[in-house]
């Protein structure tokens, strides 16, 4: 009877402290966190939980649990559709993230919010993102300028997951508004590089990267919109366009300078606002896909009436994240576009 006691005694505190370290687990990470395992590792972590019960052993019952605890943590995620290569532009409301995911590459333009004390949308939102889409390693990241809503949310990134690379535009090493980025590249060992106009394209895998913007002469005389990183990507015989923040000056400038600017695909200057996306400029790139990063009910009033009268009439079908969710577009074997909120409505 004492050594049943005894028994009893040992489960229920090994149960005391599994449920002590489930609610500090819960407290302490965020839901968003959660990766969700495909369904044949559900089914196989139930089997082992089942056999566990039926053994009698208690070494057979701890390798059964463990057995379960593995599949869970190494199955990959379930899969989303559409495959690799795709775009995906995350929905971090008022704020700029887009995975470019090549079948060989990864690339991470822009993270989102991370406000100082307060709310950090690459460690919530962008990260957990990332590894749902089976994302193990970044080749490259960019920071397009220093706004908080584009390179806030990289500080995590860089922290959470191997990043080879690190793109800022022309001359913000010297803007101390990156310290905190570049201290945590410096720590992680990634290695920085300042890309704009003139700079040879880089291939990256299967992407093929080149930067027409800024120019690196006189970058201090231009706002900080306007010295945004622009970004061009081959992937799959398709191309993106990602802006940045430019407003209609470096807009004008960009399309003067004569570089190339066609693509399929173009995410809207500075998250539609009046004063990006002049007429000239979407003209110039005659994109069939365009991408308005904001939230639907922001207080900027973005993407403005203005610029999505504009996309329209230019024959752009335009997909909003603060409408739509985070928008994903294939590239292969078809070209198509859908938004998440069709598939998981909120």
Known sequence: MRLRHARLRSAAAVADASATCAVWIASHAPAAWEVHPPPWAIVAALATALAA???????????CAAAGLLVLALAPPARIDPPPPRL???????????????????????????LPGGADLGASVVVPALRALGVRRLALAV?????????GGLTSVLARMPVDRLWLPAGALADPAFASLLCVARERGVAVEERG????????????????????????????NDASLVLRIAIAGHHVLLPGDIEAAAEAALVASGAALGADV???????????????????????????????????????GEVVDRARASGHALWWTGR??????????????????????R
């Open 88 to 114: 995906v532009a995350l929905d971090v409301g008022q704020g700029d993230a887009t995975l470019v995911q090549g079948r060989a590459a990864s690339v991470l333009v822009d993270a989102g919010t991370a």
């Open 53 to 63: 019960l039926r053994v009698c052993r208690r070494l057979a019952r701890f390798g």
């Open 266 to 304: 173009v995410k809207l200057a500075h998250h539609g606002s009046r004063t990006s996306s002049t007429q000239s400029f979407l003209d110039a790139v005659g994109a069939e896909i365009a991408i308005a990063s904001a939230p639907r009910f922001g207080r900027f009033g973005m993407p403005h």
């Open 143 to 151: 920071a397009t300028h220093a706004d908080l809503d584009h390179r």
């Open 197 to 224: 106009a003139g700079d040879p394209a880089v291939q990256i895998g299967d992407l093929a990267i080149e930067t027409p913007w800024p120019p690196r002469d006189a970058t201090g005389s231009r706002s900080r």
């Open 324 to 345: 739509h969710g985070a928008v994903l577009i294939g590239f292969e074997p078809v070209f198509h576009v859908r938004g998440w909120r069709e598939v998981l409505p």
